[in-house]
């Protein structure tokens, strides 16, 4: 099996920042994609960030500028930082990646559990 586990997330003031990481674990033979999801309350998951294999970068117009995505293969660990924070990115975030287990020739999504993510003053 194959688990993330994230951490990072919280309460912070307009402007600040916040680090967010996911880490997996278990039986993966590779990883190919890994990225970062939201939902905010009564909205749809949207996507925030992606990162390739070969650390191809993608992210929503909504955050770009203000989010960095990264990941470090070595530890199956994918991470987003957050700076000048807004109202508008409150939401549960969820971690993923595009994997594939020492079980299957399949290349599949994993999830985390969420952090919840709340920017007020």
């Known amino acids: 099996q194959v688990h993330l586990v994230q951490s990072g997330g919280g309460l912070v003031q307009p402007g600040g920042s916040l680090r967010l990481s996911c880490a997996a674990s278990g039986s993966i033979f590779s990883i190919s994609a890994m990225g970062w999801y939201r939902q905010a309350p009564g909205k749809q998951r949207e996507l925030v960030a992606t990162i390739t294999s070969s650390s191809n970068t993608n992210y929503a117009d909504s955050v770009k500028g203000r989010f960095t995505i990264s990941r470090d293969n070595a530890k199956n660990t994918v991470y987003l930082q957050m700076n000048s924070l807004k109202p508008e990115d409150t939401a549960v975030y969820y971690c993923?990646?595009?994997?594939?287990?020492?079980?299957?020739?399949?290349?599949?999504?994993?999830w985390g559990q969420g952090t919840q993510v709340t920017v007020s003053s």
């Open positions: 993923y990646i595009n994997a594939r287990s020492e079980r299957s020739w399949e290349y599949v999504n994993y």
